[in-house]
């Protein structure tokens, strides 16, 4: 068992003797795009989490006292209505009451400047054509379809994702090519050397194992560069987003990742990493 570590500890500095910091940085960087662009969207997600995506209308009734009961009766009526709740201007004010500046515009203006409204629920498909048609009923001054932008982002929130991985793809055969080319180098290098291993009785397992740990150790060691720049890259953006946000009385910021992700991208890029090395090593060593 001692000997066997010792065979293992002994690879693993040989390996780590021939990482190159070169090809990390190359490596970094190529990790960093998906790694950030995940970040992104998972940040993203967790922005359009909080906003409701049921399909609804905002109808904003006019200065007059409108027959709210024959109004509600009367979209009631129609089939692609699902829900329906009126809003008086006391409860509007009230909800919005919290926001920077309403309560001193309302003083400033000595009375509630919201108006009635309704809020209808409907199925997707109807959004736009219901809202055009409730726009024409007597009584309402303006009609706005609402969550149907938030929608419209979780939609491109997919899109991403999708673009993402297939970007995560990309980058990932091209981290195992960049392992493959710097193993088959040293393989080269190292060839006589390999060759008097071989005749004084080094088994193919004693060969490999340097070339497996300096793939595995570029893997993570890229990795780890790819955390430092997405890492960086969040907390410089956040310092513009952060005075954005309070102009809209949030507190949203640019998440990084989790430790649960942060394991996951270093052990995927050790793997791709040692996947590489696996590759080349099996390749260029029967030539020998």
Do not use: C
């Not at 001692?2 to 780590?16: C, D, F, I, K, N």
């Not at 309403?102 to 209808?120: K, M, Q, T, W, Y």
């Not at 629920?121 to 726009?135: C, D, F, G, I």
Request: charged share 20%; proline share 4%; glycine share 10%.
């Amino acid at each position: 068992m001692r000997a066997w570590l010792r065979q293992h500890r002994q690879a693993l500095a040989r390996g780590a003797s021939r990482v190159g910091v070169l090809n990390i940085v190359v490596i970094g960087v190529a990790l960093a795009l998906p790694a950030g662009g995940y970040a992104l969207l998972e940040s993203l997600r967790t922005l359009t989490g909080r906003l409701s995506l049921e399909p609804q209308i905002s109808l904003f009734l006019d200065g007059k006292r409108t027959d709210v009961d024959g109004l509600a009766a009367r979209i009631k009526r129609d089939p692609r209505v699902r829900g329906l709740r009126f809003v008086p201007r006391e409860d509007a004010l009230r909800e919005i009451g919290g926001v920077q500046g309403v309560p001193e515009l309302v003083e400033a203006l000595g009375r509630n400047p919201l108006p009635d409204g309704f809020v209808v629920s409907t199925v997707n498909e109807s959004v736009e054509p219901l809202a055009a048609e409730l726009a024409k009923l007597p009584g309402v001054a303006h009609v706005q379809a609402d969550a149907l932008w938030a929608r419209r982002l979780s939609s491109l929130a997919r899109l991403g994702r999708a673009a993402l991985w297939l970007l995560a793809g990309l980058l990932a055969a091209a981290l195992v090519a960049v392992t493959f080319n710097t193993i088959r180098l040293q393989i080269l290098t190292q060839r006589e050397e390999i060759e008097v291993s071989k005749l004084l009785g080094a088994t193919d397992s004693f060969v490999r194992r340097p070339f497996y740990y300096t793939g595995l150790l570029l893997g993570v060691a890229g990795g780890a560069i790819a955390l430092a720049l997405v890492y960086g890259s969040l907390a410089l953006l956040n310092r513009q987003i952060a005075p954005l946000a309070a102009t809209y009385g949030s507190d949203f910021r640019l998440a990084f990742l989790s430790n649960a992700d942060t394991v996951a991208v270093l052990g995927l890029a050790g793997s791709l990493g040692w996947l590489g090395a696996h590759l080349s090593v099996g390749r260029h060593l029967l030539d020998l």
